[in-house]
Every structure is written in C-alpha cells, then in structure tokens.
C-alpha cells in the first residue's frame, strides 16, 4: 500500500508516519509538510525510513506544483488542523476545511482509487453553535462530494499522545503532562471517550487498507478498529 500524509508534522499525523513507516504491508509513505521533517521518534526501533518521501510544500491550499507526486496512492490521511482557541472562523476555515478539500479534490484527480481519511473530532456537528464543530461538520459533508472513492472522518475525543509523538501546541503539551498519570486508565477503561495517537494510526491504516462501513468513525469505533476488531 501507498500512503500520503498531510501533516505529518503533528501529533497524530506523525503517530499515522511512525505507524506506517513500520507496517511491512505500508509500501511508501509520501509525507507531505510545511517544513522539513524534524521528529526525534523517527530515529526509534523498527522505523523503515527508506519507505518515506517528504513532500515539502508551504502552502497546502494550492496543491497544484506538488499534484504529480501524489499520484497513484492507495489512501490519503489528512492529519492538518490547528487549535480553535482565539482564532477567527475565517482562519480557522482556512487552515483547516480549506486545506482539507484541496486535498479531497486533488486525491480525486489523481489517484481516484484512493481512500481518504480525515481526522475531525468528537463532537463534530454541521449545524452546531459552535465554530469549530461546524467548521469540520461541514468539511466532512464537502468531502463527500468531492468524487472520492471512499471518505471515512474520524472523530475521537481525547488523544493519549504515544511512541514518542508530542503535540505542536504548547498549552495542549502542558494539558498531557499533568493527565499523564491517569492517561492509560482513561484509555482502558473509557474507549468510548479517549484513544492513543497509535491506536488512531492503526484504525486509520485499517480503513486505507480494508475500508469501513459507514462514514463516522467515533473513539470506540476507532479502538475497536485498532484491536482487529469490528467497530
């Protein structure tokens, strides 16, 4: 399988790079950043760093310069996004729904067989009051009209950073460091509210790979996706 990753950067698109790059069913993974890819765990056992291409590409809601060499991939995981804290929707809008359909539209183009995968979140709602979860809500419905083959949008609730990935927000870093300690038993035992950065890897390579039925994927769907399970 070949796999494209926008955002690989972040805390989950680089759990989804580390998850791939030691799948021996991942052919190659094509990781596409803003800037050169600079992640400590890369270095870690088991890593297969000759199946990565890095993509550097600054603005990713203008895909055309960099359409060619994402061409002929089996899945896209689409990991962009940034904190909806004090920014305005128009921001947000762009540098998350925007940068999102480019990616759609562009995958539809060329490599029309692919699955693509967005991370959106609990809570996610088209009509809600609030900004963010209609932002994505709406994205995920856009996405669906976009001519892909298959849109599966991930929507987990609390994400346990693992397997040395770390979160690119200074505020949500300092959040991790103080729930550390409760973190793997929220993770047992609330599966419907919290997940690991590797368990969303593992279920989102599972449906670029199997596919999924339905759409949505929420938090105990994707743990159950990341055991072998049916969610």
């Known amino acids: 399988m070949k796999l494209v990753v926008f955002g690989a950067s972040g805390m989950i698109g680089s759990g989804v790079l580390l998850t791939a790059l030691r799948d021996p069913?991942?052919?190659?993974?094509?990781?596409?950043?803003?800037?050169?890819?600079?992640?400590?765990?890369?270095?870690?056992?088991?890593?297969?760093?000759?199946?990565?291409?890095?993509?550097?590409?600054?603005?990713?809601?203008?895909?055309?310069?960099?359409?060619a060499q994402l061409a002929d991939v089996d899945a896209c995981c689409f990991c962009v996004g940034i904190s909806s804290a004090g920014v305005d929707e128009a921001t947000y809008t762009?540098?998350?729904?925007?940068?999102?359909?480019?990616?759609?539209?562009?995958?539809?183009?060329?490599?029309p067989r692919a699955?693509?995968?967005?991370?959106?979140?609990?809570?996610?709602?088209p009509g809600s009051r609030t900004m963010w979860a209609r932002v994505k809500g709406q994205t995920e419905l856009q996405l669906q009209t976009l001519g892909l083959k298959?849109?599966?949008?991930?929507?987990?609730?609390?994400?346990?950073?693992?397997?040395?990935?770390v979160s690119l927000t200074g505020a949500y870093r300092a959040f991790y460091a103080v729930t550390r300690p409760i973190t793997p038993l929220l993770v047992r035992h609330a599966p419907g509210i919290a997940t690991t950065s590797t368990r969303l890897a593992q279920a989102m390579l599972r449906v670029a790979?199997?596919?999924?039925?339905?759409?949505?994927?929420?938090?105990?769907?994707?743990?159950?996706?990341?055991?072998g399970a049916s969610p």
Do not use: Y
């Not at 600079?38 to 960099?66: C, F, M, N, S, Y």
């Not at 762009?94 to 490599?111: F, H, K, P």
């Open 25 to 67: 069913g991942v052919q190659e993974v094509r990781a596409v950043v803003r800037r050169p890819l600079q992640l400590p765990a890369l270095a870690a056992g088991g890593i297969d760093r000759t199946k990565l291409v890095e993509i550097v590409h600054a603005d990713l809601t203008d895909l055309a310069p960099i359409a």
């Open 150 to 165: 298959a849109v599966a949008c991930f929507r987990p609730g609390f994400i346990a950073p693992v397997d040395g990935v």
């Open 115 to 125: 699955t693509f995968c967005f991370v959106s979140g609990a809570g996610t709602d």
């Open 209 to 227: 790979r199997d596919g999924a039925p339905g759409g949505i994927l929420e938090s105990r769907d994707i743990n159950a996706l990341a055991s």
């Open 94 to 111: 762009r540098a998350t729904a925007d940068t999102a359909l480019e990616a759609g539209r562009t995958i539809a183009r060329v490599a």
